[in-house]
């Protein structure tokens, strides 16, 4: 069963939450342009006006609109007009990649910041490029950078419920089966579903706290967002590991899903690595890059040569990691 429905498993989470000092002193600027951006017919107006009281968070959204994401022939220095350009739907995105993440990063320790930034980064450029190849186009990119940037979140506040055993955890090579399996039998419950509250607390739309809720999983019927949370999930442990035993998996959903092959696969690899490299200046983050795009060729030519993985195991394989024990 997909995790947003257990809402038992929900309250638990929230009792956990509400013990994290974290997340009741996140920053005044980020709650109150969370707050102004909750209505769809906010005004960009008054998202500036508060933004300048925030110099940090206006400088990485000025970063966001001058990167090569929008394209922009000149320069933008002015709030208002970055801003404009983003738009009311990726402005809150934004503040809430941007501020919210900030907030729960800050003061995590040096393992679990380069664990954690790794994954997101990797994720949420990801997700970005399988958006923007997608034939159906049915996800804007931002939301699919967001979506990916945020689908981890969960790690952190579990770091702060138990720090070093959960250091332990996340150290675990296998993030999409092993470590939630980890997590579930120390917690009681994973990172996904505890990224999910975060976001359904915020107020963020139905289907994309789905998609982090269950970024793991394969749900053939599921929304776009769905599908291209998981590729993104598989891509970026494929990434930084080309030997992964996830290859196989992700060019499954990749050719089913999107109808993307092993060249799609490689221009993805590809685009998702430049894109990371962009995304660690716009975030201010410093990582060590070893994302080999030629071996990760090697390895998925070779496994495309050998038999088609068998539907069926995947799926149970998948499907398992839902199921109670």
Not at 59 to 75: H, W
Not at 122 to 139: D, I, N, W
Request: net charge negative; glycine share 4%; proline share 4%.
């Amino acid at each position: 069963m997909p995790v947003s429905e257990d809402v038992d498993l929900g309250q638990e989470i929230d009792k956990a939450l509400g013990k994290l000092e974290k997340l009741h002193t996140s920053p005044i600027v980020a709650l109150r342009l969370m707050e102004l951006t909750r209505k769809d017919d906010f005004e960009l107006t008054d998202v500036s006006d508060c933004l300048e009281k925030d110099p940090a968070l206006t400088g990485s959204i000025l970063r966001l609109v001058n990167s090569s994401y929008y394209g922009l022939s000149q320069k933008v220095t002015a709030v208002p007009h970055a801003l404009s350009y983003l738009g009311q739907r990726s402005v809150r995105l934004a503040v809430l990649s941007f501020g919210m993440v900030r907030a729960l990063v800050s003061g995590a320790p040096a393992k679990l910041h380069q664990i954690y930034w790794k994954r997101s980064l990797t994720m949420a450029a990801g997700a970005r490029r399988c958006a923007l190849l997608s034939p159906q186009k049915e996800v804007h990119p931002d939301t699919a950078f967001a979506a990916g940037l945020l689908a981890d979140l969960g790690m952190l506040a579990m770091a702060q419920m138990e720090t070093q055993r959960y250091l332990e955890i996340c150290d675990e090579p296998d993030h999409t089966l092993r470590q939630v399996q980890l997590e579930r039998a120390t917690f009681g419950f994973d990172h996904m579903a505890v990224s999910a509250r975060l976001l359904s607390r915020w107020g963020l739309p139905k289907e994309m706290v789905e998609a982090v809720a269950n970024h793991h999983l394969y749900l053939p019927m599921s929304p776009e967002l769905n599908h291209i949370l998981l590729v993104s999930n598989l891509l970026t442990d494929v990434l930084w590991n080309p030997a992964s035993h996830y290859m196989q998996p992700l060019q499954f959903v990749l050719n089913s899903r999107f109808g993307m092959g092993v060249d799609d696969l490689i221009t993805l690899a590809n685009d998702t690595k430049q894109t990371v490299k962009e995304s660690m200046v716009i975030f201010g983050v410093n990582l060590k890059l070893t994302i080999d795009v030629d071996a990760i060729e090697a390895e998925a030519r070779e496994q495309f040569e050998k038999e088609a993985l068998d539907e069926e195991t995947f799926l149970d394989a998948f499907t398992a990691l839902f199921l109670d024990s």
